[in-house]
């Protein structure tokens, strides 16, 4: 074991709604690095965990009729179980309702108010009644409606309660200079540094129960509570025994590592060190913010329809191979695109084709030639033997690095890059030939060299797939131990596979993906077949007859109409938004202005055609057309006859 200690923490996730690939994302990262970090021998300790105060989840029980602290249980479930499927490590799950979190909020808020770090004020600012949200005058649209519901917000004054961060502004632009490690990557810091060129005010950590009650209590005001981003911060002390076990604490803290995604940069980059700086703590070594998951360029919305659902992903393809995915996909930093088609195009190309060949053929050629035992290799080795070896010897290095230094994109690269290379050896070498031509010595080398390769491969991605790969390690005769964990100290050393240890026959370890398109190598005479079959069963069809198949292509469904507003300089058109159920809620662009008052419209269940491709209109997007009659001059809305859910199935 190493002395080093390695402390990697995720947000805590919002418990307002189920967890999405974003939360997948981070999650499985930091599962990954606590992974390599423990194959190294590191004293690693991987905190995630749940946010579950505040505005967002208060209005989430509410809308499902339910107690906060009832929304927080049963969605908090749904976080634990994804991390399970996703075979995610974590050696805590903090949810800031718990009591160990509670209590030190508290604490550091009186310790702050009693040093007069924290202070009364009056606050004015820009409230939102139905968002039930202040917002400053940068964030308002037009003058004066809210960003959120475009509905006019009202100006308040208030008491409240303020935390003197301004008075760290000239240390933390000085802290993000002289570390440049802290804020990563390097453009994130200088985003940060560019935040900072603007004064900084002190930070409102309170929230009137007049209009939020759902937060930790202010100890000293009994009509106030915490402002969530204040109490959530502080989990990443408060569940490594700060305030409660000093020794504990002292172990892991400051070597942490905060893995965040770029929208919550501020809140981490300048709110955290602040708040630390205050309560006289040292610095998390670095703050890592990574881009977003975005689908095709676009951002993924519930209202686009565009999410990944990463439970339905993993059971559909595998929780490896997604998780492979998203290491891979994504250069630590940018956005990436995720999408099934690329997803199907790394998993064939990588794991079914490059990683799967390689083993099938090592373990089919062992078992035929040499019974299934992994065959004793000469004692002198080619050149092409060492060369391999070498190549997988400095992936080793090369990952390690990667892993330091956040670039397991470009780690992954490394060691599919020595996997191809093991199957130009095969072909190099030939080892069929070798059979057929009865040279067992050399053979018996090759298949080595091949396997101790696949040894090596494998515990460099046993971090990312962890089943897989132990289901690799167990295929070429491994020990249940070794197939268990890795150890990176003994992935290098040369002839760790033991001759003679009994190789097993699988069916393939990454089944190909077959799309619906047939790909260009399919054999040419089934590509012949389907045609004929189809010209022999086909009847004539009518010029302007569609068949059921064509109709079933489009999906009519009821929406409601929640808003409807005139789109300027365009006299035809309104901007609707549209209720589809299932909180798909869109907006549609229409031709109905001639025909229609805005006011008249909301409430109504009309019929539209979901699957439209998406498209904008005067700078207004629509996604999907509503259906309307035309009587000459006259349109009428095709609507519903009666009470009907909002996204019912017409057909
Ligand atoms: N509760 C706060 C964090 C408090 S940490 C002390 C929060 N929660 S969140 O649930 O809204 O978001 C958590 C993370 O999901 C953020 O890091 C955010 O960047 C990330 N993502 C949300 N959508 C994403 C993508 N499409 N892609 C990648 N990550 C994105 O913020």
């Known amino acids: 074991m190493s002395d080093q200690v390695f402390y990697v923490t995720t947000p805590i996730y919002y418990v307002n709604d189920n967890p999405h690939i974003g939360h997948a994302y981070t999650t499985v990262l930091a599962d990954v690095l606590a992974r390599y970090h423990r194959a190294k021998g590191d004293d690693s300790f991987f905190l995630t965990g749940t946010d579950e105060h505040g505005q967002k989840v208060e209005k989430a029980a509410k809308l499902h009729g339910m107690t906060p602290m009832e929304q927080c249980d049963k969605t908090v479930v749904n976080f634990q179980s994804l991390w399970k499927k996703l075979n995610i490590t974590n050696d805590d799950f903090i949810r800031t309702t718990q009591e160990r979190h509670e209590k030190i909020v508290s604490a550091v808020l009186q310790d702050l108010y009693d040093r007069d770090l924290i202070y009364q004020a009056p606050y004015t600012g820009n409230y939102c009644v139905p968002c039930e949200r202040y917002f400053t005058d940068k964030d308002l649209v037009d003058g004066n409606l809210c960003p959120d519901c475009h509905r006019p917000t009202e100006r308040l004054e208030e008491q409240n309660y303020f935390f003197r961060m301004s008075r760290y502004q000239e240390w933390l632009v000085e802290y993000i200079r002289t570390h440049e490690d802290f804020i990563q990557p390097a453009f994130r810091a200088n985003e940060t540094l560019g935040f900072l060129k603007q004064p900084l005010g002190d930070l409102c950590i309170s929230r009137s129960k007049k209009r939020l009650s759902w937060g930790i209590e202010l100890p000293f005001d009994h009509d106030y509570v915490c402002y969530v981003w204040f109490d959530a911060l502080l989990n990443y002390v408060s569940a490594i025994g700060y305030g409660t076990d000093d020794a504990r604490f002292r172990k892991y803290w400051p070597e942490c590592r905060h893995l965040i995604g770029k929208d919550i940069l501020t809140t981490h980059t300048v709110y955290w060190p602040c708040m630390l700086h205050a309560m006289g703590l040292d610095m998390p070594k670095s703050i890592f913010a990574h881009g977003w998951w975005l689908t095709g360029n676009v951002k993924m919305s519930k209202s686009l329809g565009n999410v990944v659902n990463p439970m339905d992903f993993a059971d559909r393809y595998g929780v490896d191979a997604f998780r492979y995915f998203l290491m891979a996909a994504m250069t630590l930093g940018n956005d990436a695109s995720f999408t099934e088609e690329d997803f199907i195009s790394r998993y064939n190309s990588d794991l079914a084709n490059d990683l799967g060949n390689l083993l099938s053929r090592v373990v089919k050629l062992t078992l035929r030639c040499f019974d299934g035992l992994v065959p004793q290799p000469e004692v002198l080795l080619e050149p092409e033997d060492k060369g391999l070896l070498a190549c997988a010897g400095e992936a080793v290095a090369a990952v390690t690095s990667a892993v330091e230094n956040m670039k397991l994109d470009r780690g992954l690269e490394t060691v599919m890059n020595v996997v191809r290379a093991g199957n130009r050896y095969m072909e190099q070498t030939a080892p069929w030939t070798l059979a057929k031509e009865g040279k067992t010595k050399r053979l018996a080398t090759v298949l080595y060299t091949a396997a101790e390769t696949l040894r090596i491969v494998s515990g460099l991605l046993f971090p990312v797939m962890p089943e897989k790969m132990a289901e690799l390690r167990r295929t070429i005769g491994m020990s249940e131990e070794d197939c268990r964990s890795v150890s990176f100290d003994q992935i290098r050393s040369f002839g760790t596979l033991r001759p003679g240890s009994r190789m097993q026959d699988i069916a393939a370890l990454f089944p190909r993906i077959q799309t619906e398109k047939p790909s260009c190598a399919a054999a040419p005479a089934e590509k012949k077949k389907e045609p004929r079959i189809k010209e022999k069963k086909s009847v004539v069809i009518p010029e302007g007859i569609i068949t059921i198949a064509d109709l079933q292509k489009v999906r009519l469904r009821a929406a409601r109409i929640l808003s409807a507003e005139r789109i ?71 609507t519903v006859d009666g009470e009907c859910a909002p996204g019912s199935e017409i057909g």
């Open 568 to 638: 300027a300089d365009a006299e035809r058109l309104l901007s609707l938004k549209i209720d589809l159920g299932n909180g798909d809620v869109r907006p549609l662009v229409a031709g109905i202005a001639k025909f229609y008052e805005p006011e008249t419209l909301t409430g109504k269940t009309i019929v539209v055609v979901e699957n439209l491709l998406p498209t904008v209109i005067r700078k207004h997007e629509s996604r999907g057309m509503l259906l309307a009659a035309r009587d000459g001059e006259r349109l009428r809305l095709v």
